[in-house]
């Protein structure tokens, strides 16, 4: 099971600091779909481009998991799910990009870096949902399963991620 950050060691960056993932598509390709359902493969990190129609989540769900499941890392499979099923949704719903990247990144032996990265520089923030509403909780649920998450924003767009660890490396 993952260590849930439960508020500890989160930040947000606002900046373009060196992430795992970051700089991984230009903003270029991402404006055109260039490589659209295309994968790049490193050892320890995986990223796909994918359309952006309402069939994505679900795709980048399944690619999360193969990779997942190819680390031997399955115990994060169920969190990685929820949180790239709603990063995805989020770049769907809200931005004009013709593709929507997606990167796992194995930083550590036991912890993953997820991220999802559009065209829009426009930066998402949680909401604060009434009880009847039926949207606006992704980023809330997001920060309760990552051990930490942020948004770092490019010339070309943004990527947000979150990182999940398995026990407390």
Known sequence: MSKRGGGRNREQHTREPRQPGAGVITGTELARGVGTNQRE????????KFPREPETPQAARRFVESTLHSWDLTELANDANLIVSELVTNAV???NSDAICVIVDRIAERRVHLGV???SRTM???GHPSLDATR???LLLIDTLAYRWGTNRHHWGKQ???ELRVGDE
């Open 136 to 138: 606006g909780r992704g």
């Open 117 to 119: 990265a559009d065209g």
């Open 160 to 162: 947000v991620w979150a």
């Open 124 to 126: 998402p923030f949680p």
């Open 41 to 48: 493969t490193e050892i320890n990190k995986q990223t796909e």
């Open 93 to 95: 719903c809200h931005t």
